[in-house]
């Protein structure tokens, strides 16, 4: 049987992207809905035939547990809710997927992988590039040795972030753009080396004259060094648009731009000095959101792990601590190996 989803909070990300694929998805279909607006409530409900009786308000949330045809719990909401509504649904015997960044801090990172083992459940982060198809290639590529000894990574993530919007809340985002955007480029920068940086530095540059950034960072350049050598640079920024990672090795480099958008993803290979061409890949089987989807429905049927699960979620955020402690402090932190 398919496994059923009750996807909690209704905005952009889950009704625009989340919430149209659903039914494209092998083991799991979507079965219920939580929002705090009953507006909502009722018209998505009506768009996904969802009946009223597995339609939830906040208040209801926990009454998921009475509710067989829930399996899954998929949180898309800011992220100061995930930590809260990931533990809930644990109490309420549900696997989840929460959405990226994790939460706040690894403090409460922590705290929603120990509550997932004591509820027996699975957790898993919406990562979605590792479901992408030109991501997986890049690597794939990069194991065969397609550009040679890898020894040097670079990404970029940014976008102009509008103001009055809860992303540039600290109490609500958990920071500024190495939480919702430069995320992607420390990802990058960890599945393309595939080990753990044990170097961080990192300078950083805010405007705390720009209202946007009263509480939360702008600009964020960081380095990684990994064990093997291979070093990282990389961009996050809320003031200009950025979607670029390479990595490259001592036999060439591998381009992505953009690197890691909804669609259209564009690879290229290419040698220093000598240029690069397109590598184009047929449509993929599943969408990302899709293949994302599927996985935790296969893990919790089959009692696996899911590839990027909690402790995923929660190496990211040590990152950006150490980043943050990097820039404030003027230095290069080592970490605890990740
Ligand atoms: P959004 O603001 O559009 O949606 C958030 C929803 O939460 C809204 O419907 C809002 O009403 C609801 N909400 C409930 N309680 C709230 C409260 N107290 N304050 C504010 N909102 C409250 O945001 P979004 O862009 O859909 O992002 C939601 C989550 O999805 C975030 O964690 C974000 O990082 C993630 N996201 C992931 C991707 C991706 O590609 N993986 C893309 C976009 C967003």
Known sequence: RKLGYAVVGLG????????????????????ALVSGTPAKLEQYGAEYGIPKTHRYSYADYDRIRDNPDIDLVYVVLPVFLHAEYTIRAFQAGKHVLCEKPMAMNSAECEAMIAAGRKAKRK??????????????????????????????ISAESGFYAQPGQWRLEKDK?????????????????????????????????TDRSDPRFATVEDRVAFSFRFPSGVVANCL??????????????????????????????????????????????????????????????????RGAEPIVGGEEGLRDIRLIEAILQSAREGRAIRTAGA
């Open 12 to 31: 952009s990300y889950a009704t625009r992207q989340i919430m149209p694929r659903i039914a494209q998805c092998e083991h799991a279909k979507l079965v």
């Open 123 to 152: 957790l898993m982060i919406g990562y979605r590039c590792h479901f992408e198809q030109y991501n997986l290639h890049v690597r794939k590529l990069i194991a065969e040795g397609a550009i040679g000894k890898l020894t040097a």
């Open 173 to 205: 985002a958990g920071g500024g753009s190495l939480f919702d955007i430069g995320i992607y480029s420390i990802q990058a920068a960890r599945y393309l080396a595939g080990e753990e940086p044990e170097w961080v530095s990192a300078v950083e540059s």
């Open 236 to 301: 996050s920024s809320y003031s200009s648009g950025h979607n670029h990672y390479r990595a490259t090795g001592r036999d060439g480099y591998l381009d992505m731009e953009p690197a890691t958008a909804y669609e259209g993803n564009r690879l290229f290979k290419g040698r220093a000095y000598a240029g690069s061409e397109a590598v184009v890949l047929p449509p993929p089987a599943k969408l990302q959101w899709v293949g994302q989807m599927d996985h935790l429905a296969e893990c919790a049927m």
